[in-house]
């Protein structure tokens, strides 16, 4: 689904993959020359999973009036619910919490019979957590595909308890709460990013192909932020309920 390889595209991955590695943060100025394409952001994130993959996971957000975008999350990034989960020193730490699809098996074509049918029943139900942590010298100020191609700021993902029998719940909404320490910072009926947590996912499904190794068994798709995107230190304990799904909590020692 990408161009050719750029020399941008090129550029941009190594400095990322520098960061990943304890180097500086990336700066802004690969887009002095003209600014990045969604094909140049997405090639960044092609080189960035040939390195520190493989893929366990993929993000997905279907913003009002904005082209569908998605982003990998690597597997040695993921942690079960109820563990710690390190991060860097002196780094702000940013929490989601939502609905995520788990792949029990491969996903059907979308040109398959009856095919929203047979993408339900190849998933289960959890929450997540995800963790959102930069690459990028000034994420505010970096510029939507820059964020884009450093995996959407993905920093990592707790996963809680799958659900099985799912398919009767209202996915437009969801009734949640979230915990930092003693600080409760959700607390209620909220609607879900994208209108539909299955709608967003049936749109990932159909965008992915064999991006970073496509959408596997396995892997878990999550589907946008029902808290927005507040900010941790480290040493606070976190902890969502998700009503009909479960809990999930995560350290940051």
């Keep these: 689904m990408t161009e050719l ?3 941008k595209a090129e550029a941009l991955a190594s400095a990322l993959a520098r960061s990943r590695t304890g180097g500086p943060k990336t700066g802004l100025s690969v887009e002095h020359s003209g600014p990045l394409s969604a094909g140049q952001a997405y090639q960044a994130q092609e080189a960035l999973a040939q390195r520190f993959g493989p893929v366990g996971a993929f993000k997905v957000a279907c913003k009002p009036g904005q082209p569908v975008i998605m982003a990998p999350i ?4 993921i942690r079960p619910s ?17 609905i995520g699809f788990r792949i029990l098996r491969p996903l059907p074509q979308p040109s398959t ?6 993408l339900r029943d190849c998933v289960s139900l959890v ?10 010298e000034d994420a505010e100020a970096a510029s939507p595909m820059l964020r884009l191609a450093d995996n959407q ?13 799912w398919q009767d719940l209202n996915l437009t909404q969801a009734t949640a709460t979230l915990d930092f320490g003693g600080t409760r910072v959700l607390d209620g009926t ?37 808290n927005g995107l507040p900010y941790i230190d ?7 309920c998700i009503e009909g799904l479960g809990e999930v909590s995560v350290s940051f020692p």
């Design 190 to 226: 909220v609607p879900v990013p994208g209108g539909d947590a299955f709608e967003s996912f049936c749109k990932l499904a159909e965008m992915t192909g064999s991006h970073c190794g496509g959408l596997q068994p396995g892997h878990v798709a999550i589907t946008g932020s029902l």
């Design 153 to 165: 700021l993905n920093g990592g993902l707790v996963v809680g308890p799958e659900r099985a029998d």
């Design 127 to 136: 929450p997540v957590i995800e963790v959102v942590l930069t690459r990028l």
């Design 113 to 118: 019979a009856e095919y929203r049918q047979r």
């Design 5 to 7: 390889l750029t020399d």
């Design 82 to 98: 109820g563990h710690s989960f390190p991060t860097p020193k002196g780094e702000q730490i940013g929490i989601e919490l939502e």
């Design 74 to 77: 690597y597997a040695a990034d």
């Design 234 to 240: 480290a040493g606070t304990t976190v902890k969502g």
